[in-house]
């Protein structure tokens, strides 16, 4: 039981918030789908220029540890998706 709950504080421990947010691995997914999207070129540009700005927000909001930042950057995300 003592080895239980020291591996479960390790595990808490080296977990860090960007290994638990989805931003950090559907920014660059959603990326890729949009990059290969049959849809008309400025509407690709303009989704993937608004992309690029919340993927910044969400860096930021990770480097600073600002939850705010991140919460926007993830609408923002969202928003990309229900536009493709």
Do not use: W
């Not at 860096?59 to 995300?77: P, V």
């Amino acid at each position: 039981m003592k080895q239980l709950v020291i591996a479960a504080i390790l595990l808490v421990g080296f977990t860090s918030a960007s290994h638990a947010c989805r931003g950090t691995a559907e920014y660059p997914a959603v990326e890729q789908s949009l990059r290969g999207a049959a849809i008309p070129v400025d509407k690709k540009n303009e989704l993937i220029e608004r992309l690029l700005q919340g993927k910044a927000i969400h860096d930021e909001g990770h480097a600073t540890n600002n939850t705010s930042k991140m919460k926007e950057s993830l609408k923002i995300l969202d928003s990309v998706k229900g536009k493709m």
